[in-house]
């Protein structure tokens, strides 16, 4: 069982960056393939960048270009860098581990 935490969303301005970041436990860590994902309100789960164990990044088309996903083995935290944030960024975003141990998630509101 892999234990999953994210932290770093909040009220933000469009325009601005935020750092969103996720702990795992229960699990060695360098060992876990990594995602993020993102719920709209009303709307289903969508895949915004994963990183496997060997540091190889993907990104869902939609997400290139301001979104970075980051894995630090050495403090056991994934990171979602989200620059030039937009109102339609609103969204819960979740950490997933193994394809298959989701964090409970962390609230990204974008404001004008």
């Known amino acids: 069982q892999v234990q999953v935490l994210e932290s770093g969303g909040g009220l933000v301005q469009a325009g601005g960056s935020l750092r969103l970041s996720c702990t795992a436990s229960?699990?060695?860590?360098?060992?876990?393939?990594l995602a993020w994902y993102r719920q709209v309100s009303g709307e289903g789960h969508e895949l915004v960048a994963a990183i496997s164990v060997d540091g190889i990044t993907t990104y869902a088309d939609t997400f290139k270009g301001r979104f970075t996903i980051i894995r630090d083995n050495a403090k056991n935290t994934l990171y979602l860098q989200i620059n030039t944030l937009k109102l339609e960024d609103t969204a819960v975003y979740y950490c997933?581990?193994?394809?298959?141990?989701w964090g409970q998630g962390t609230q990204v509101t974008v404001s004008s």
């Open positions: 997933v581990a193994n394809h298959r141990f």
């Open positions: 229960g699990s060695a860590f360098r060992f876990l393939s």
